[in-house]
C-alpha cells in the first residue's frame, strides 16, 4: 500500500515572478490521514499561493489516491489518454491487491466522481453505463444530437434514486436528471454479463464515456443478433 508522499518544488509566481515552495502530494493515503480526503475534494490539496503577492494557482500534476478501507485506487494522470497504465514499476508494486479497483482519470472532475462512486459502494463500470444511457433520454428531451458530459451527482439507496449532473448543449448549461436504481441495476448485470474480461484486469484501467460506448455497442448488437436468432428458429418451426 502506498503511503501518503510529499515532494518539494519551487514554483515561479506568474504574477510577480517570486519563487515560493510548494508542497505536492504525489501519493495520498486516506485511510492513514482522512483529513486528505476532504482536502482532495474540495482541491485545496492541489492549490499553490505565492508568498509575496498572494496569488493562487491550482497544480495540475500526477496524483495517486488510495482508499485501503473502500479498497480504490485513482491515479490522477493529467490529460491520460491510454485505457491502460504503461507504468511497469507502479503496475509491480500493486499487483498482488486483489479485489481492489484501480482506476486512472485524466481530469480533476472524474477524479472526484470517482472517489464518489467507490465511497458509495457502486460500480463505476456501472455507473458510466447508466449515464450514458440518461444522456440519450437528456440529449433526446432537449432535441440535440448528443450530450457527451457529466457525472455522478447524487446517490441515495433509501429512495431508490441516483442522479447526474450533465453539462446541455453549446453553453454547456448543467442539467440534473435523476433515475431509479433499476436503471443502475441492469446495468450492473449488462457490465458482469460483458465486461469480463475487464473486470479482471490487475493494473490501472480508464473507465470513461468511450468505454462505456462500447459495451453499450456490443450490448445492443447482443440483443439483435439474439432477436434475429429466435426470429429465424421461429420460422423454422412453422
Ligand atoms: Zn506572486
Not at 484486469?201 to 447482443?222: Q, S, T, V
Request: with cysteine; hydrophobic share 35%.
Amino acid at each position: 500500500m502506498a503511503n501518503s508522499n510529499i515532494i518539494r518544488k519551487n514554483i515561479v509566481c506568474p504574477r510577480c515572478n517570486e519563487t515560493t515552495e510548494a508542497a505536492l502530494y504525489t501519493s495520498v493515503n486516506v485511510t492513514a490521514r482522512r483529513d486528505l480526503r476532504a482536502q482532495a475534494m474540495n482541491e485545496s490539496l492541489f492549490k499553490w499561493t505565492c508568498k509575496n503577492c498572494g496569488y493562487t494557482a491550482r497544480l495540475t500534476y500526477p496524483v495517486l489516491y488510495n482508499d485501503m478501507k473502500n479498497r480504490f485506487m485513482v491515479y490522477l494522470i493529467p490529460k491520460i489518454e491510454h485505457f491502460q497504465l504503461a507504468d511497469k514499476a507502479l503496475e509491480e508494486e500493486f499487483k498482488n491487491l486483489k479485489h481492489i479497483n484501480k482506476r486512472i482519470v485524466p481530469d480533476f472532475n472524474s477524479f472526484k466522481e470517482k472517489i464518489f462512486i467507490f465511497e458509495s459502494g457502486l460500480d463505476d463500470m456501472a455507473v458510466e453505463l447508466t449515464k450514458l444511457a440518461i444522456s440519450e433520454a437528456v440529449a433526446a428531451k432537449h432535441n440535440i444530437p448528443d450530450v457527451t458530459e457529466g457525472y455522478l451527482s447524487m446517490y441515495n439507496s433509501e429512495n431508490n434514486t441516483m442522479g447526474f449532473t450533465y453539462f446541455v448543449g453549446e453553453e454547456k448549461r448543467p442539467y440534473v436528471q435523476s433515475a431509479r436504481l433499476e436503471i443502475y441495476g441492469k446495468s450492473v448485470s449488462v457490465v458482469n454479463e460483458l465486461a469480463v474480461k475487464d473486470k479482471n484486469l490487475k493494473g490501472f484501467i480508464r473507465i470513461d464515456r468511450e468505454w462505456a460506448e462500447n459495451i453499450l455497442y456490443r450490448y445492443k448488437r447482443g440483443r439483435q443478433v439474439a432477436r434475429r436468432n429466435a426470429e429465424q428458429s421461429k420460422e423454422e418451426q412453422e
